[in-house]
T-cell receptor, first 114, second 116 residues
Framework: DAKTTQPPSMDCAEGRAANLPCNHS???????VYWYRQIHSQGPQYIIH???NNETNEMASLIITEDRKSSTLILPHATLRDTAVYYC???????????????FGTGTSLTVIP | DARVTQTPRHKVTEMGQEVTMRCQPI?????VFWYRQTMMQGLELLAY????????DSGMPKDRFSAEMPDATLATLKIQPSEPRDSAVYFC??????????????FGEGSRLTVL
């Protein structure tokens, strides 16, 4: 699986949009981009994933560049409860592939400031 | 809501003792992962099962760790003998991998192990 690079930490004012970047310059054509977050002492939680197109759900939006070498997770209106470590993961999405494990990097620690 | 259940939530033991952690995946899920998290190493993948068969346990110290799925409702991670460096939070996650599925993982709340 391709490796990802994320800034170690970011701050965001409450109510503002939080934009979390991720570089995955060695991503291959069949690898998806996943985002998870981990709130202190809890298990990681799925946020969103995508392949090529931008995606949006009730939690966030995912913007993937046209060359797919980077992406941005957007939390449109950050709240204090969004303070967490955010992980960007690239992963093959093939049923018969035994290598489609999830490898978590160090992530970005997002602090939402009141 | 369906959830992944892990027991025990907290375990304190002495070096050399056997430790068994249990995980009940979400009913119907066909993949199970074991992760270990420490401040120094972050989230490390220990083992990965699909349809109860171990597909990858390369992240596990083989001499003392073992992972099994005796049936579809139970996954176990055993450490024998335990050492202080095994102190960590151990997470189990399950997911459903099919031809049309996203492969989203659902994590349990973790088992916090302290080896004295």
């Amino acid at each position: 699986d391709a490796k990802t690079t994320q800034p170690p930490s970011m701050d965001c004012a409450e109510g503002r949009a939080a934009n979390l970047p991720c570089n995955h310059s060695t991503i291959s054509g069949n690898e998806y981009v996943y985002w998870y977050r981990q709130i202190h002492s809890q298990g990681p939680q799925y946020i969103i994933h995508g392949l090529k197109n931008n995606e949006t759900n009730e939690m966030a939006s995912l913007i993937i560049t046209e060359d797919r070498k980077s992406s941005t997770l957007i939390l449109p209106h950050a709240t204090l409860r969004d303070t967490a470590v955010y992980y960007c993961i690239v992963r093959v999405e093939v049923v018969w592939d035994t290598g489609n494990q999830f490898y978590f990097g160090t992530g970005t620690s997002l602090t939402v400031i009141p | 809501d369906a959830r992944v259940t892990q027991t025990p939530r907290h375990k304190v033991t002495e070096m050399g003792q056997e430790v068994t952690m249990r995980c009940q995946p979400i009913l119907g899920h066909n993949t199970v992962f074991w992760y270990r998290q420490t401040m120094m190493q972050g989230l490390e993948l220990l083992a990965y099962f699909r349809n109860r068969a171990p597909l990858d346990d390369s992240g596990m110290p083989k001499d003392r760790f073992s992972a099994e799925m005796p049936d579809a409702t139970l996954a176990t991670l055993k450490i024998q003998p335990s050492e202080p460096r095994d102190s960590a939070v151990y997470f189990c996650a399950s997911g459903l991998v099919t031809g049309a599925n996203t492969g989203e993982l659902f994590f349990g709340e973790g088992s916090r192990l302290t080896v004295l």
